[in-house]
């Protein structure tokens, strides 16, 4: 056994199985990275391993090699935004010769517990995952077997000790809404995401940044929390639109709920972009055979999962376990705005 970790106390196994509460044989199944101890059990001793200063020499288990592949972890799938990022992350493998696993499960805060006991049964090259967060147990049982690991983060702000991937949701907020105040609109809407995700609320913030910046008075009414789904944007487009004091202009915070707001004109008999301009946010494919195409903030999802997983090819870069990329967003003016009462901009432009 005493090959197998370096002692960095005076506590043997046997006190450590004590302190556990387990046998000692099952301090050496975890040690070898055995399949068949249960994940509480499992986590307990590690923990007290950690504690006690047990390392295991080699970072991998005997007869466990590591599999080519990376393991992409959402806790959906059935959003337009993660097939982009599926996209990026396999262009990155497939350029590193590398195959691509996906995982789903959990919260779009954290994997699903049990996770963690599968993807050290599967022993990847390195791990994406698509969460706002990690808790310490998954962290600290990822290093310990030597896996790396990056956040992608449409949705969040990370741990300062996990590497990750996001964007400039503030400024996508800011240039959306100073493009429809530009326009000459007064009362803007905002249909942002979850209230305890970072990014709807720096989407938010953005906003009402660009509405201060205009002089105009922020409304508590035309703002409003989703959860980024079309369904969302046309109930709170239902809402916003019905009565005399309705908005002129809309930013949804993703494109899905930019088309639900679409279809809630389309029902209210209003017409877009001359009775009602919408913005959205993401850029997706679809945006551009909305009717109208949809203008809508960039934001750079394929790009963001490429510099993911690239980072996990360069897992011995200085200082790369608190690295935080953020890429830049921009605003892609297409049919669906125009000034209140007036015809749509042309298409094409961009404002960054």
Same mark, same amino acid.
């Given at each position: 056994m005493h090959d197998e970790v370096e002692v960095g106390a005076r506590v043997t196994l046997a006190e450590v199985a004590k302190e556990a509460g387990v046998s000692p044989p099952t301090v050496s199944k975890v040690l070898n990275g055995r399949s068949d101890v249960s994940s509480t059990t499992r986590a307990r001793v590690?923990? #007290?391993?950690?504690?006690?200063?047990?390392?295991?020499?080699?970072?991998? /288990?005997?007869?466990?090699?590591?599999?080519? #592949?990376?393991?992409? @972890?959402?806790?959906?799938?059935?959003?337009?935004?993660?097939? *982009?990022?599926?996209?990026?992350?396999?262009?990155?493998?497939?350029?590193?010769?590398? *195959?691509?696993?996906?995982?789903?499960g959990g919260t779009r805060h954290a994997p699903a517990p049990d996770w963690i006991e599968g993807v050290l049964r599967r022993r990847p090259l390195g791990v994406v995952l698509v969460f706002s967060s990690l808790p310490a147990e998954v962290k600290q049982r990822l290093r310990s077997w030597n896996i790396p690991f990056v956040i992608v983060d449409p949705a969040g702000d990370p741990d300062p000790d996990v590497p990750s991937v996001g964007s400039a949701n503030w400024a996508?907020?800011? &240039?959306?809404?100073?493009?429809?105040?530009?326009?000459?609109? *007064?009362? @803007?809407?905002?249909?942002?995401?979850?209230?305890?995700?970072?990014?709807? #609320?720096?989407?938010?913030?953005?906003?009402?940044? &660009?509405?201060?910046?205009?002089? #105009?008075?922020?409304?508590?009414?035309l703002v409003r929390y989703g959860d980024y789904s079309v369904e969302s944007g046309f109930e709170h487009g239902m809402d916003l639109l019905a009565g005399p004091g309705r908005p002129t202009a809309v930013f949804a915070g993703s494109d899905l709920q930019a088309l639900g707001v679409l279809e809630a004109a389309r029902v209210r008999g209003l017409r877009v972009p001359q009775d009602l301009s919408v913005v959205g946010y993401d850029d997706v494919p679809l &945006?551009?055979?909305?009717? /109208?195409?949809?203008?809508?903030?960039?934001?750079?999802?394929?790009?963001? &999962?490429?510099?993911?997983?690239?980072m996990l090819f360069r897992p011995d870069e200085p200082g790369r376990a608190g690295r935080r990329i953020e890429l830049a967003t921009h605003l892609v003016v297409r049919q669906s705005t125009a000034p209140p009462g007036g015809s749509a901009a042309a298409p094409g432009g961009a404002d960054t």
């Open positions: 590690e923990r #007290l391993l950690e504690v006690h200063g047990y390392r295991r020499r080699n970072a991998s /288990p005997p007869r466990s090699p590591r599999s080519p #592949l990376v393991e992409l @972890v959402f806790h959906e799938l059935d959003s337009v935004w993660a097939m *982009e990022l599926v996209r990026g992350v396999e262009d990155v493998a497939k350029a590193n010769r590398t *195959e691509v696993v996906l995982t789903r996508g907020g800011l &240039a959306a809404t100073r493009h429809l105040t530009d326009h000459g609109h *007064e009362r @803007v809407a905002i249909i942002t995401g979850f209230e305890d995700m970072l990014c709807s #609320l720096a989407r938010l913030d953005g906003y009402r940044s &660009a509405m201060t910046m205009a002089g #105009l008075p922020i409304d508590p009414a &945006a551009q055979w909305s009717s /109208p195409p949809l203008t809508t903030v960039h934001q750079p999802l394929r790009h963001m &999962a490429e510099e993911a997983t690239r």
